[in-house]
């Protein structure tokens, strides 16, 4: 009784998902779905691992290996996961405050190993689920139920982040551009290395009604009219990037890989046994 | 409309659908409306079954089937 990827990749008995009207985790994680499905993954094989917050409940929705984790520790499971298992296509999924406030030093160091992992960064902006807070990646001047004047913080860029950290693969994506996005987790989870996707969702019922940014159309409509591709960056003048935001991939490279050197250690030592 | 396409229905599950009105803003020849909080078809007939509602529909209630 639904579409063919749904049957396919969910636990269908657990739909309905429990997100809000317009939430774009939902539209994120059919992206996630598909791009598995695309690559044409067994499923036996694929690992999905989550923290703590609203995009965290996508490993009770896919049905893959899943493993739903403390609050900003998923990369630390993760990390075990992979290590104990190095054939398993390992996805974490993680919310904008799990990834980079409560588990920020997890991020940085599972992107300085270059370890094989996948972290898609579910960003709307606020924390959702314990009732809109301000996040690190709420930008400055944004409201939250605790920035009530306005947060004066200035918002983490996730992919430069990840990328000053080591890691080998940053994109971003949106809940709009929902092709390409499905195409960046692609590439993400076939980089052999730690690639991080930061996945522009939307939240209407705390991030949109704290900011007066109207209803999940209204912010879908932000997203399709302020992401700037990377690849016409260049060619735009700089009137033309006020308050936009990029989206597209900006780096892909190939470092050597955790596990693998990891597992080349053991052979050596093992041999002089 | 080519074979592939006319093989494919609109199909919409009710209990699924949250009313956010996405699929209804992106349809690119306005073939759905909302009634009650829910998607409903108003106009199948101009359906040119490009999948955007289903591409964008967070709750899974509109897609394309194969039949």
Known sequence: ?273 | MDNQKAKKELKIIEDWCKGCGICVAFCPKNVLTMENDKVVISDLDKCIKCGLCELRCPDYAIYLEVV
Not at chain 1, 75 to 88: Q, S
Not at chain 1, 133 to 155: H, M, R, V, W
Not at chain 1, 205 to 223: D, I, P, W
Not at chain 1, 232 to 258: A, C, S
């Open chain 1, 1 to 273: 009784m639904s579409s063919q990827l749904i049957k396919n990749n969910f636990r269908e008995d657990r739909l309905p998902h429990i997100w809000c009207p317009g939430c774009g985790h939902g539209i994120i994680m059919r992206s996630l779905a598909q791009a598995v499905e695309n690559l044409n993954l067994e499923k036996q094989k694929v690992c999905v691992i989550s923290g703590i917050g609203c995009s965290s409940r996508t490993p009770g929705y896919l049905d893959f290996n899943t493993l739903h984790t403390t609050h900003g520790r998923a990369l630390a499971f993760a990390t075990g996961v992979k290590l104990a298992n190095p054939e398993l296509k390992v996805i974490v999924v993680t919310g904008d405050g799990d990834c980079t406030a409560i588990g920020g030093n997890h991020l940085i160091h599972t992107a300085r190993r270059n370890i094989d992992i996948t972290a898609i960064v579910f960003n709307n902006n606020i924390y959702g689920m314990t009732g809109g807070q301000y996040s690190p990646t709420t930008p400055t001047n944004e409201f939250g139920t605790t920035a009530p004047f306005g947060n004066i913080d200035k918002a983490f860029d996730i992919c430069k982040l990840a990328d000053a950290a080591g890691a080998t693969y940053t994109a971003r994506g949106t809940a709009y551009h929902v092709n390409q996005l499905t195409k960046i987790i692609e590439n993400a989870i076939s980089n052999k290395g730690f690639s991080l996707v930061d996945a522009i969702s939307i939240c209407p019922t705390y991030y949109g009604r704290k900011n007066k940014k109207g209803a999940a159309v209204n912010m879908m409509n932000y997203l399709k009219d302020f992401a700037v591709d990377a690849k016409v960056v260049d060619k735009l003048p700089p009137e033309k990037l006020e308050n936009k935001f990029i989206i597209g991939e900006f780096k892909n490279t190939t470092e050597p890989e955790y596990t693998e050197e990891y597992m080349k250690i053991i052979k050596k030592y093992q041999k002089e046994r």
